[in-house]
């Protein structure tokens, strides 16, 4: 979480976050947007940061040599197209300020992203697409990041403007999603959860405690 607290406390004031564009492995999350989203915002800051990764290299073979292209000629953009274990994973969360997820809004009408639940949980902003799932989630926990609603390149770089705006704001909030969330989703409620499964009260009203002999996690 290099955003949020370390980059309000360590990085000149006048110093963009790192825009994270975080896609996954699966072809389909708004990818081919990224070029066009790159390039506007390259042409409104001089001193953005803008890191794309992309697990699917493979199936997206052409997109993927034209960000590394891009990035070849401009420094201020770097592609990372790993897959990322839980290693890679942490390293990625680590260089995050803003998270970026163009995803087109039919398909998470009703879906869940993994990565914007991590944001959430380690602080980091996020621009998500309006009318889905994703910004239900932020507004429970009082809104870490923004929405775009048309899935096209104008759009989605204007969400990312909008919360390159208003930062510190949502950094703050960000922050306070993230002890919110440990405190809902963290492992102690987990653990709380499963043994309360294994308790029932038996007919003398006294609570008879039934734990599992076996419990799988993953």
Not at 35 to 40: E, G, H, N, S
Not at 168 to 183: P, V
Request: hydrophobic share 45%; net charge negative.
């Amino acid at each position: 979480m290099m955003g949020v607290i370390a980059w309000l406390a360590g990085l000149p004031s006048d110093r963009l976050p790192r825009v994270v564009m975080e896609f996954g492995t699966e072809p389909d999350k708004g990818y081919q947007l990224m070029l066009a989203v790159a390039r506007l915002l390259l042409q409104s800051h001089d001193d953005i940061r803008i890191l794309a990764h992309n697990g699917a290299r493979r199936t997206m073979a052409a997109t993927q040599q034209t960000m590394r292209d891009l990035a070849a000629a401009d420094r201020r953009v770097s592609v990372d197209d790993r897959l990322a274990d839980p290693a890679i994973w942490a390293e990625l969360l680590e260089a995050s300020d803003l998270i970026v997820r163009p995803y087109p809004p039919d398909r998470y009408a009703l879906g869940y992203s993994a990565v914007v639940a991590e944001a959430i949980a380690n602080a980091i902003p996020v621009v998500v697409p309006a009318g889905t799932a994703l910004p239900r989630l932020l507004r429970e926990f009082d809104g870490p990041g923004t929405t775009f609603a048309d899935h096209a390149a104008p759009a989605v770089a204007a969400a990312v403007e909008e919360a390159l705006r208003h930062y510190d704001r949502l950094a703050e909030i960000a922050s306070s999603a993230a002890e919110r969330w440990t405190q809902k989703n963290g492992p102690q409620p987990v653990v709380d959860a499963i043994l309360a499964l294994g308790r029932a009260p038996d007919p003398q009203g006294t609570t008879l405690v039934r734990c599992p002999a076996t419990l799988s996690i993953g």
